[in-house]
């Protein structure tokens, strides 16, 4: 399983695009980068899955440079109830562990 | 609401006792994945089953045992319970087995108390 790492926290204020770096320095060839949202006491939920690019949805885009080895989780125009938890997933097709870190604290603020 | 289903949402037991968690995936789903998570242990991966079978298992206790059957809902058992067993429990499924580079639907949770 590709490690990843994300900053533990991050403040915005509502209507500002919110930018969340994971790194994955030794993603595989036939990794995919996944990100789920999760609110307090709820299960998490799919936000977005890429390979490479750009990958945009009616939730938010995800960046990935050519190299892959990093990824950004855009959420544009956040309001109070963007604030959760953001975690980034990274792992190859013989791992059906699919484990989540520590993810990364959004807080948006009014 | 993600189309898995889980049972109890609540649940108040005490120290020694023995529990049945469970979860029904969304339609058509065969891969069912269980988590526990705490205040202080973040998300953490249990046990996956996939069409009736066990195909990978986690941070899995031995008094916690799972079991899918063939209409492909999964019974998660806890027993001999301690306080640190008190958790959230997430029941999940996807549609193929290779959980990472597909989507996961997750239930809402059973939240457990252990007094």
């Known amino acids: 399983l590709a490690k990843t790492t994300q900053p533990i926290s991050m403040d915005s204020y509502e209507g500002q695009e919110v930018n969340i770096t994971c790194s994955h320095n030794n993603i595989a060839t036939n990794d995919y980068i996944t990100w789920y949202q999760q609110f307090p006491s709820q299960g998490p939920r799919f936000i977005i899955q890429?390979?490479?690019t750009k990958v945009t949805n009616e939730v938010a885009s995800l960046f990935i440079p050519a190299d892959r080895k990093s990824s950004t989780l855009s959420l544009p125009r956040v309001s109070l109830s963007d604030t959760a938890v953001y975690y980034c997933l990274v792992g190859d097709t013989n791992d059906y562990k699919l484990s989540f870190g520590a993810g990364t604290t959004v807080t948006v603020r009014a | 609401d993600s189309g898995v289903t889980q049972t109890p949402k609540h649940l108040i037991t005490a120290t020694g006792q023995r529990v049945t968690l469970r979860c029904s995936p969304r339609?058509?789903?065969?891969?069912v994945y269980w988590y526990q998570q705490s205040l202080d242990q973040g998300l953490q991966f249990l046990i996956q089953?996939?069409?009736?079978?066990?195909?990978a298992k986690g941070n899995i206790l031995e008094r916690f045992s799972a079991q899918q059957f063939p209409d492909l809902h999964s019974e998660l058992n806890l027993s001999s319970l301690e306080l640190g067993d008190s958790a959230l429990y997430f029941c999940?499924?996807?549609?193929?087995?290779?959980?990472?580079?597909?989507?996961?639907?997750f239930g809402q949770g059973t939240r457990l108390t252990v007094v």
């Open positions: 890429g390979y490479k």
């Open positions: 339609s058509g789903d065969l891969s």
């Open positions: 999940a499924s996807s549609s193929r087995d290779d959980l990472m580079n597909t989507e996961a639907f």
């Open positions: 089953y996939y069409n009736g079978e066990e195909r």
